[in-house]
C-alpha cells in the first residue's frame, strides 16, 4: 500500500509539473511574439523615398503622419534631375513619432552651375523658364526690362548685363536688352524743330537715336529750341546714321548757359548704357539715358553756371565737367 501511494503521488507530481512547464512556455512565446509585433500607437515606419520626386516623397511622408525638412544640393551627375530625393534621415525602417522631429531630406537641385549662361538670342518667355528651372533662385531677373528697336524679332533678348561667362559666386539679378522688333512710325523719323533742347535730349534717348547738337546762328532771347534738323522730319535713316539738331543760342539770360559736349561710345558685344545727369546744390538731375554702342554722341546742356555734368556708363561714372 505504501509502495501504491508513493507511485501515485509520484505520477502527480509529474503532471502538475509538465502543466507549469507548459504554461510557463505559452507565457514566453507570447511575449515574444507581442515584442516582435507591437510598437508604440504614437510611432510610425519611416519609408524609403531616396530616389523617388519630392511630390511623391512628400505624399509617402503625409500619409505615415510624418513631417519634412528639406534641403537642396547641386549635382554633378545629370542623372540625379532637380527635385529627386538623394538622401533620407533617418533611414527607411526606422521609427519616428508621428508628427514629432521631420523627417532630413537632400533634394537635388540640378546640375552645379558655375558660370552665366548666354542668352542672347532667345526668347524671353523661354529665359524665364530657364532661369526658373536650372538656377533654384541663383538667378533673377532685373526688373522693369529695357526695350530697344531691332531687326532681330519681337521678344527676343538682344543683350544681358553680367555676359555670358561670368562666374556665378552668389545670387545674382540679370539685366536683359529686349527685341521690340521694328516698330512703324519709328519716333526718330519725327519733327523735333521747334523743341526745347531738354525734350528733345530725352526724346532722342529714349528712341536711342545717334545724335549730335550742333549750336548755331545769332543769339536771341528766350529758351533754346531746335531750328532745324538733318534728316529732315519723314526721313528713313540707314542704320547708325547720325541724327543732327540745331540749335539757337540764347542771350543767357539769369546765368543759364548753353553749352554742347562729345562722348565717344565704344564697341561693345551689347548697347552700352549711357547716363548724362546734372549735379547742383547735391541734387541730381537726369538730362539723358540712352543704351548705344560703337558712336559718338554730341548732346546738349542748358543749366545754370557751377552746375556740374556727370558722365555714366553702365552705371559708373566716366568723368564730370563744371560749367562756367
Do not use: C, W
Request: no cysteine; hydrophobic share 40%; proline share 6%.
Amino acid at each position: 500500500m505504501a509502495e501504491q501511494r508513493e507511485e501515485i503521488n509520484k505520477s502527480a507530481r509529474l503532471v502538475v509539473m509538465s502543466a507549469l512547464i507548459s504554461v510557463l512556455a505559452m507565457l514566453v512565446l507570447s511575449g515574444v511574439t507581442i515584442l516582435s509585433t507591437s510598437k508604440p500607437k504614437d510611432e510610425t515606419i519611416v519609408p524609403r523615398v531616396v530616389g523617388i520626386s519630392l511630390s511623391e516623397a512628400m505624399l509617402l511622408l503625409q500619409n505615415s503622419d510624418l513631417k519634412a525638412n528639406i534641403t537642396t544640393r547641386f549635382v554633378e551627375d545629370e542623372q540625379f534631375a532637380a527635385g529627386l530625393v538623394l538622401e533620407q534621415r533617418p533611414l527607411a525602417g526606422s521609427y519616428r513619432r508621428v508628427n514629432g522631429e521631420p523627417v532630413e531630406l537632400t533634394v537635388s537641385a540640378g546640375l552645379a552651375i558655375t558660370t552665366l549662361e548666354d542668352f542672347i538670342g532667345m526668347r524671353m518667355e523661354d529665359v524665364r523658364t530657364a532661369i526658373v528651372s536650372r538656377y533654384n533662385g541663383l538667378i533673377t531677373i532685373k526688373e522693369p526690362l529695357i526695350y530697344l528697336s531691332s531687326q532681330e524679332p519681337l521678344g527676343t533678348i538682344i543683350g544681358q548685363d553680367p555676359k555670358a561667362g561670368e562666374p556665378l559666386s552668389g545670387p545674382v539679378a540679370v539685366s536683359f536688352l529686349v527685341s521690340r522688333g521694328m516698330v512703324a512710325n519709328n519716333p526718330m523719323l519725327t519733327a523735333y524743330e521747334g523743341l526745347a533742347v531738354e525734350r528733345v535730349l530725352i526724346q532722342a534717348g529714349q528712341n536711342n537715336l545717334p545724335f549730335h547738337f550742333i549750336i548755331e546762328g545769332e543769339p536771341t532771347d528766350g529758351h533754346p529750341v531746335i531750328v532745324r534738323q538733318e534728316p529732315p522730319a519723314g526721313s528713313e535713316l540707314e542704320s547708325g546714321e547720325v541724327v543732327r539738331f540745331y540749335l539757337q543760342p540764347s542771350s543767357n539770360p539769369n546765368g543759364m548757359i548753353l553749352g554742347t559736349r562729345e562722348v565717344i561710345v565704344p564697341e561693345h558685344a551689347t548697347p552700352i548704357k549711357l547716363e548724362i545727369v546734372a549735379l547742383r546744390e547735391e541734387k541730381e538731375e537726369l538730362l539723358l539715358t540712352t543704351y548705344q554702342q560703337g558712336v559718338s554722341l554730341i548732346f546738349a546742356y542748358y543749366q545754370p553756371a557751377g552746375t556740374q555734368i556727370i558722365v555714366r556708363v553702365n552705371g559708373q561714372e566716366q568723368g564730370r565737367i563744371e560749367i562756367n
